[in-house]
């Protein structure tokens, strides 16, 4: 678990594979000066022209970053443009610029430049660029071991309200005694704010369902304490990138590999199966709150989705994907308003009872993953639902159930005028802050696979997995990715 520099990451835009040294970057100041390695989109002029804002003089167009805009984010000329109107970006084959020879020794990478602009004032920048797209890099990328996770699941199955939570728990987690910060871009992170933290933690609202378009990556820093072999707590930092998906995204072909690229990439996957959307249980839970069962869409199908995660990962491929695929049982705290025979055979069935957040002191504890794992898989077969678990075996590998509440509590829904729009809307909220529960063992176990955390089993502190960055990928250029996307191709 040793830091040092990465051989290769990935970038969490494009997932484009680089070493780190390959980063280009943003000049942080104007200046005329043409940069080595440095091309403008063709027929792009300087904005320094007579009527342009004193803070856009010196910009241009980026065309790598205004194609990831136009063609990934698939945003509209006119905001590509925006977006893409900044500074030189420039690489280390310009000999003009100067860098710190034992930064480059003692992380194997070069993470800061000085050049000169025209005046010939020395200015420094630490803004990396991805080389393919030019999205800036989250500070220090490639220093740490990294963890691209997709959050996936059918409209409505909690996945926006699931990261949520997840990184307010993890934030501050007693388990590993860690710390999150965010790392990724302030715009990111505003939205994230705006829309997934203040809603539902503050003014305890639903958060809206994710909209059909390229959602940009979550970046955080992990800091956490673990146990190793001999049972005494070693610390680790990792960095992990948060992947929100549209669940219509995932049930359309063309539309996940515009939006879902990123999958492919993934060292771990979160599935969230919604149980409201059960057959067996929709008039149990119908008498308890009608919006949870009106608010799903009638062509909600995890079987879709796996037909399409299926044609995405093993279309073009002999065997099944390795990349650790943790099934989760959402909306668990439901299961406590309804009976059935099931649970009457379960006396201390942890599902239905609600037991307390069992504890991951330092490492993963086994004997409770596994009890789930198997209590899950009983119950979806006792409800008829085990062409879930099927249609996940035919995809992956590496399966693993898990069950947990995001809210811990039913929500409430009322009828509302929208100001913007002066149309009437249904609003979710809760009574009070949200009381997850369960919700990291899902996260515990992805980091246990990619050999980042040790599991807890016959009194003994073991490590598995490897991760799984460093499989080759085979896209080169952006104009290749671009392919890949609107084809299918790997």
């Known amino acids: 678990?040793?830091?040092?520099?990465?051989?290769?990451?990935?970038?969490?835009?494009?997932?484009?594979?680089?070493?780190?040294?390959?980063?280009?970057?943003?000049?942080?100041?104007?200046?005329?000066?043409?940069?080595?390695?440095?091309?403008?989109?063709?027929?792009?002029?300087?904005t320094a022209a007579k009527g342009k804002k004193k803070s856009d003089i010196g910009k241009?167009?980026?065309?790598?970053?205004?194609l990831y805009n136009l063609e990934v984010l698939q945003n509209t000329e006119i905001e590509s443009k925006k977006n893409a109107l900044q500074y030189l970006s420039v690489n280390l084959k310009d000999d003009s610029l100067k860098y710190s020879k034992d930064d480059l020794e003692k992380n194997g990478f070069v993470q800061r430049i000085t050049y000169t602009d025209h005046h010939g004032k020395e200015h420094s920048t630490e803004d990396r660029l991805c080389p393919n797209c030019h999205n800036v890099l989250p500070i220090g990328y490639g220093l740490r071991d990294t963890l691209l996770i997709s959050i996936l699941g059918d409209a409505r199955s909690g996945k926006s309200v699931f990261l949520t939570m997840l990184v307010a728990e993890l934030e501050n987690n007693p388990d590993l005694l860690s710390k999150l910060t965010f790392i990724g871009d302030k715009l990111v992170k505003d939205n994230f704010t705006d829309n997934y933290q203040k809603p539902l933690l503050k003014e305890h609202t639903l958060i809206s369902s994710t909209k059909r378009k390229k959602i940009p990556p979550f970046a955080f820093n992990y800091w956490y304490q673990y146990k190793s072999e001999d049972g005494t707590f070693k610390e680790n930092t990792i960095d992990i990138i948060f992947y929100d998906i549209a669940g219509e995204d995932l049930r359309d072909d063309s539309a996940i590999r515009k939006n879902?690229?990123?999958?492919?990439d993934s060292s771990g996957l979160i599935y969230l199966v919604d149980p409201t959307n059960f057959k067996m249980l929709t008039d149990l839970f119908r008498f308890s709150d009608n919006s949870l069962i009106d608010a799903i869409p009638e062509d909600n199908s995890n079987d879709d989705i796996f037909s399409t995660l299926y044609n995405y990962f093993i279309g073009f491929e002999k065997d099944k994907s390795p990349i650790p695929f943790a099934m989760v049982l959402s909306k668990s705290d439901l299961f406590s308003h309804v009976k059935f025979d099931f649970f009457n055979n379960k006396p201390e069935n942890r599902i239905q009872n609600m037991l307390p957040n069992e504890g991951h002191k330092g490492a993963l504890n086994m004997r409770c993953i596994k009890g789930l794992n198997r209590e899950v898989r009983e119950l979806l077969t006792y409800l008829n639902e085990e062409s879930v678990i099927n249609n996940a075996l035919g995809c992956f590998q590496n399966i693993h159930c898990f069950a947990m509440s995001s809210l811990g509590k039913k929500p409430s829904a009322e009828q509302i005028s929208d100001p913007k729009t002066n149309e009437t809307v249904e609003k979710g909220y809760i009574d009070g802050p949200p009381e997850p529960f369960r919700i990291t063992e899902a996260f515990y176990w992805i980091l246990m696979k990619n050999g980042l955390l040790y599991k807890f089993e016959n009194n003994r502190y073991t490590k598995t997995g490897q991760p799984t960055l460093e499989q080759p990928t085979k896209r080169t250029s952006f104009w290749g990715r671009i392919i890949d996307l609107f084809k299918g191709a790997a």
């Open 1 to 46: 678990m040793a830091e040092g520099v990465r051989k290769h990451v990935l970038c969490p835009y494009c997932c484009y594979k680089f070493h780190p040294n390959e980063a280009d970057f943003r000049l942080t100041e104007p200046t005329s000066r043409p940069s080595a390695g440095n091309k403008t989109s063709p027929g792009s002029k300087s």
């Open 60 to 66: 241009i167009i980026d065309e790598k970053l205004y």
């Open 260 to 264: 879902g690229f990123n999958i492919r």
